[in-house]
């Protein structure tokens, strides 16, 4: 049944058109993913691509499985006790389970931000060094000044803090370490950014930083954003997904979702009529 | 102030609420008043009754080093002054000032109030100052215990004189003494730098202290790496299931066995099973270690537990592997909590005494340890066993003992405080 809610097809989408000539490529795909919470169903059978270079939105009322999806997309479910993930995802079409596949390098490859900003206790400068350090991306000091400038420039962060970089993170406001944490992310040069509803904890000023963030990183980043504001996805993402229940209910263009939604529980939840 | 809609039962209501939570303010000062003048109590009685301890009762003599008395060999050599009768040379020091002494008894009377260790005092200095020899030095030194208590007036100067140990000679040449300014009270640096004696002038707790020290190292070494990571790898590693919950409960009923039955599993499987020495800091260490390792542990993985998940999630998420967001991240924020409860378990292993009596660290030992198999006693052993001798003068060696004993926890407790105040939480 989930095959024919999802509705995608890049080709003739006029929003792709008005931003490149070639159709987006398939960064990463889910097929046939089953999430399992010990004995209790999380997620049943998603089937979600995530197209290269685009912002993709997943919404849903909360409980409906948006977080434990994205988690999936990271392997961060694997530390979750009892969590057991199957069918495949992959990631420039190799499974991420595959055994030639390794999780720590798997995260320098996606990854992620949390919804509440989760700086390290840290320096700025270190909670961003943090990432190339540990991968050993910079071979000396001078480098890893250039990533750490770099990291905060594209995060929009560098001029607000380039003259405190070695306080604490934590001293930083809300939104600004929400973008620290943004910065830290992509420090170590990701291909896919995750990031799960990054603006709840934010108010609207700062929120409103984020989404113009985003709308920025897309171009170097594919990125998957859960949200819980209609709103938000409307205005950020090229392609959305609904979740419900854990089944993804329709998947396609954010304004075919938001304009003409093929399911009668899409066109509920973007109206408002429950969620 | 009277709001409109209040009706009488509420304020009533309200005014049993207030009274309530002002009746329980008093209940809280009240129980923290009582512990306060415990410990007031407690502090007071032991500083007032170990505070002498610290002095000593010294008697100045003019000594001539008469060579054919203390150099028998006629070489200067260590063995020659070891042989030599410093006795002799004493009595004659105290014929000199008391020459109208003439009976037997009074002489050995008047020989009682030197202590055993004026002796050694008087050879210890010539080993230091050979060239004393065949000259007359004056010289201070130390009373026995009984003109110790008489000086110090522990003992009531009114008894009869057949209930005291100071006969009413021994009292006039002490108030001789007195006025010819031959008999002073000076900081006992004796107490400090030597061991257990029979002699309670002479005690000292420097034994003791060592033997304290090096029981601790021997605890510290074994529990807290032990410690820490067991404690990592349970609360960060560990799968979390019926195994887990199964050795939770099982430290925390380690943590809870009385300590003696710790002395007696040291005792059986240290000394009966392993040949390992008696009396020895190692043992005690051990001892110690397996007593304090459950507590360790579980004040280890309350501190872990107390790392938020999204700094580890965050680490994880930047690709750290689990080692590293356990090195990296985890434990520098679990670091100050572990050190306290590492201090607060110390602190705990360096005041008990059951599980050492157990392993024979009970002996009367004189001797200052010199390494961890080396016979030796601790702090609170020695309090116990200075407080178990008959001898008067041991009473305030106790109290003093016991005073040291203190200084110690309450500087580590307070290190403890000061490192939890003094890194704050960042996060
Ligand atoms: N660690 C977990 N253990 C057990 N159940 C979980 C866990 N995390 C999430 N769940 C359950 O999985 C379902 C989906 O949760 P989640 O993905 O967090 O929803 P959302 O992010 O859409 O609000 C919920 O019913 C939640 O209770
Ligand atoms: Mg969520």
């Known amino acids: 049944m989930v095959g024919k809610n999802v509705n995608y097809s890049f080709e003739t989408m006029h929003l792709e058109a008005s931003k490149s000539i070639t159709p987006p490529r398939v960064k990463m795909e889910a097929k046939g993913v089953d999430v399992y919470y010990g004995d209790k169903q999380a997620l049943e059978k998603v089937d979600l691509p995530v197209p290269l270079n685009r912002v993709t939105a997943l919404i849903g009322p909360s409980g409906c499985g948006k977080s434990t999806f994205l988690k999936c997309l990271n392997r961060m479910n694997d530390t979750v006790v009892g969590c057991r993930v199957t069918g495949s995802i992959t990631l420039d079409e190799e499974d991420i389970h595959s055994p030639t596949v390794d999780v720590v390098q798997l995260r320098a490859r996606v990854g992620m931000v949390f919804q509440k900003p989760n700086p390290f206790p840290k320096s700025i400068y270190d909670n961003i060094a943090y990432g190339p350090r540990i991968h050993g991306m910079t071979r000396d000091r001078t480098e890893l000044d250039q990533i750490v400038e770099e990291s905060l420039a594209r995060a929009g962060l560098w001029n607000e803090v380039k003259e405190r970089l070695q306080e604490p993170g934590t001293s930083l406001s809300g939104g600004q370490q929400q973008r620290l944490c943004i910065a830290r992310a992509i420090a170590v040069n990701p291909e896919v950014v995750l990031m799960d509803e990054p603006c709840s904890a934010l108010d609207p000023i700062a929120t409103a930083r984020i989404e113009e963030l985003i709308d920025e990183l897309c171009n170097k980043y594919t990125i998957i954003i859960v949200t819980h504001s209609m709103q938000q996805a409307a205005r950020v993402s090229h392609y959305t997904g609904f979740f419900h229940m854990g089944e993804l209910v329709e998947y396609d263009h954010t304004e075919a979702i938001f304009t003409n939604p093929q399911q009668e529980r899409t066109k509920g939840y973007v109206t408002g009529r429950f969620g | ?427």
């Open chain 2, 1 to 427: 102030m009277n709001h409109k809609n209040e009706t009488p039962e509420q304020r009533k209501y309200l005014a049993k609420r207030h009274a309530a939570s002002r009746r329980f303010r008093w209940y809280g000062i009240m129980g923290l008043g009582i512990a306060l003048m415990t410990l007031f109590f407690l502090l007071g009685t032991m500083v007032l009754k170990g505070y002498s301890s610290f002095f000593q009762t010294q008697i100045q003599l003019t000594v001539s080093f008469d060579k054919t008395v203390i150099d028998p060999l006629g070489d200067q050599s260590a063995e020659s002054l070891a042989r030599g009768d410093y006795r002799a040379i004493l009595g004659n020091a105290l014929k000199r000032v008391f020459p109208e002494i003439k009976s037997r008894d009074d002489r050995r009377q008047l020989s009682k109030i030197l202590s055993d260790g004026a002796s050694f005092q008087l050879q210890d200095l010539l080993v230091s100052h050979p060239e004393w020899v065949s000259t007359s030095q004056t010289v201070w030194l130390i009373a026995s215990d009984n003109v110790d208590m008489w000086v110090k007036k522990v003992v009531d100067h009114d008894l009869p004189e057949s209930q005291r140990r100071i006969s009413d000679l021994q009292a006039k040449w002490l108030a001789f003494l007195e006025t010819n300014n031959q008999l002073r009270l000076r900081f006992n640096a004796m107490f400090f730098t030597s061991g257990d004696s029979r002699n309670p002038e002479m005690a000292g707790i420097l034994g003791a202290m060592k033997g304290s020290a090096l029981t601790l190292l021997i605890t510290f070494l074994v529990s807290f790496p032990l410690g820490v990571a067991s404690a990592v790898y349970l609360e960060e590693f560990a799968a979390k299931g019926r195994w887990a919950d199964f050795i939770e409960v099982n430290i925390n009923n380690l943590a809870a066995v009385p300590s003696i039955v710790f002395g007696l599993l040291g005792l059986a499987l240290y000394l009966n099973l392993m040949h390992l020495p008696r009396s020895a800091p190692l043992v005690g260490g051990l001892t110690l270690a397996m007593m304090t390792l459950p507590t360790l542990v579980i004040a280890t993985r309350a501190s872990l537990k107390s790392v938020p998940d999204p700094i580890r999630d965050g680490a994880r998420a930047l690709g750290a592997s689990p080692l590293q967001v356990v090195l990296h991240h985890v434990l520098p924020l679990a670091a100050p909590g572990m050190l306290t409860g590492t201090i607060i378990s110390m602190a705990r292993a360096l005041g008990e005494t059951a599980p050492l009596l157990m392993i024979g660290m009970v002996a009367f030992i004189m001797d200052i340890p010199g390494g961890v198999l080396d016979p030796s006693t601790v702090l609170p052993v020695q309090i116990f066993l200075w407080a178990d001798s008959p001898e008067r003068a041991f009473l305030e060696k106790t109290s003093g003992a016991t005073l040291i004993l203190l200084a110690f926890l309450i500087t580590m407790n307070a290190l403890a405080v000061y490192i939890r105040n003094r890194v704050e939480r960042r996060w």
